[in-house]
T-cell receptor, first 116, second 109 residues
Framework: DSGVTQTPKHLITATGQRVTLRCSPRSGDLSVYWYQQSLDQGLQFLIQYYNGEERAKGNILERFSAQQFPDLHSELNLSSLELGDSALYFC???????????????FGEGSWLTVV | DAKTTQPTSMDCAEGRAANLPCNHSTISGNEYVYWYRQIHSQGPQYIIHGLKNNETNEMASLIITEDRKSSTLILPHATLRDTAVYYCIVTTSYGKLTFGQGTILTVHP
């Protein structure tokens, strides 16, 4: 158990809909990261928040957005869903922002999203 | 981040050491080598990381060559539960990890 908690574990929704994925980082961790894993793209970094502020952005679509709240939990919002958005979405957390020697990130178990 | 090259797949007998190689010939001086594994659609699990020196923890050992252009992850006594995809990642951005295809390690009874 990494200590990173994600909900829901599974979600099925229709095209065009909007969903919210939730992540609670490990106790004391200030950084939260979101990754997407699909069959054809592999594991890809989406976005990082550090202590409530966006810190780094990866291949995140404009239809997707994220935020980190004062209690440090984070939400990933996916809107206007398409079939191709079906994937595993992982949240990860770490103590530091980045570029800190020894900074290690720990992943949650993921949220399976199926768009039908 | 430096590009890494790993074998697509490897086999290992249960109880034997599993040695997973990784080439990172373009690694720069401040880049760390990280290893993660993913057991069938579970979240990636951190294994170990290092900069120059060899490292060991309760899960594995990491051997980095003196020129830092390659490394080997060693699972000393592989079990069936070690069957997974193993990712070697070289990075300075310790959170924004770039995952390649990894090595599928299959441990046989």
């Amino acid at each position: 158990d990494s200590g990173v908690t994600q909900t829901p574990k599974h979600l099925i929704t229709a095209t065009g809909q909007r969903v919210t994925l939730r992540c609670s980082p490990r106790s004391g961790d200030l950084s939260v990261y979101w990754y997407q894993q699909s069959l054809d793209q592999g594991l890809q970094f989406l976005i990082q928040y550090y202590n409530g502020e966006e810190r780094a952005k990866g291949n995140i679509l404009e239809r997707f957005s994220a935020q980190q709240f004062p209690d440090l939990h984070s939400e990933l919002n996916l809107s206007s869903l398409e079939l191709g958005d079906s994937a595993l979405y992982f949240c990860a957390s770490s103590s530091y922002a980045d570029r800190v020697p020894g900074n290690t990130i720990y992943f949650g178990e993921g949220s399976w999203l199926t768009v039908v | 981040d430096a590009k890494t090259t790993q074998p697509t797949s490897m086999d290992c007998a249960e109880g034997r050491a599993a040695n997973l190689p990784c080439n990172h010939s373009t690694i720069s001086g401040n880049e760390y080598v990280y290893w993660y594994r993913q057991i069938h659609s579970q979240g990636p699990q951190y294994i170990i990381h290092g900069l120059k020196n060899n490292e060991t923890n309760e899960m594995a050992s990491l051997i980095i060559t003196e020129d830092r252009k390659s490394s080997t992850l060693i699972l000393p006594h592989a079990t069936l539960r070690d069957t997974a995809v193993y990712y070697c990642i070289v990075t300075t951005s310790y959170g924004k990890l770039t995952f390649g295809q990894g090595t599928i390690l299959t441990v046989h009874p």
